[in-house]
């Protein structure tokens, strides 16, 4: 008798453990997520140099002079550069506005969109077109700024990474926002 106590109270035992372990939630899948990519707040100052032109940069962003008063500006977190380069108008104003446009229309395959803004500041005596290209091309943003007699300077932004514009688009923003900001404060001398 004793034996057969033992046997039902041990039953007993593991039927009660086997409940209380059995009684776990449901298992539900996760939503679907987003990654997150949260950049600093820009802060701009000024960048003085020896070229014939001034602007705004990002205190995040890394410059760099090259030759003829080319510049090419970093941003290490976001794997992405932005080249600058300068030419001297000499009475050829058209064919450096047609390479400019040739630059950027040279992603049309790749290009889903090419949004043109125009940029116009008679008081600075600049004058431009920003470009947004939308899609998986090589650049996002590009733009061009002259005076019309003197000064012309090309932008692009490159980003180290097979292009997806979906993966680098709060990158991409960030750095239009600068170019624009670049563009809307640039000044000659």
């Not at 794997?79 to 049309?108: C, F, S």
């Not at 969109?113 to 590009?142: C, H």
Request: hydrophobic share 40%; net charge neutral; charged share 25%.
């Amino acid at each position: 008798m004793l034996k057969n106590l033992n046997y039902i109270l041990g039953l007993t035992l593991v039927f009660s453990g086997l409940l209380l372990t059995s009684c776990k939630d449901d298992v539900l899948p996760k939503p679907t997520s987003q990654l997150r990519l949260d950049y600093p707040v820009a802060e701009y100052a000024a960048f003085e140099n020896h070229c014939p032109f001034t602007f705004n940069i990002n205190s995040e962003a890394i410059i760099k002079e090259n030759k003829d008063c080319g510049f090419t500006i970093t941003y290490p977190k976001m794997k992405a550069t932005i080249y600058l380069t300068y030419k001297t108008v000499n009475g050829d104003i058209d064919k450096l506005l047609r390479d400019a446009q040739k630059l950027t229309y040279e992603h049309v395959i790749k290009a889903d969109d090419i949004l043109e803004q125009p940029y116009l500041n008679k008081d600075k005596k600049v004058f431009g077109m920003f470009y947004q290209v939308d899609g998986n091309a090589a650049t996002n943003s590009q733009f061009y700024a002259t005076d019309s007699v003197k000064h012309f300077i090309t932008g692009s932004v490159y980003f180290y990474a097979k292009p997806n514009f979906d993966s680098i688009m709060p990158a991409a923003d960030y750095i239009k926002n600068d170019m624009q900001t670049l563009m809307e404060t640039l000044k000659w001398k």
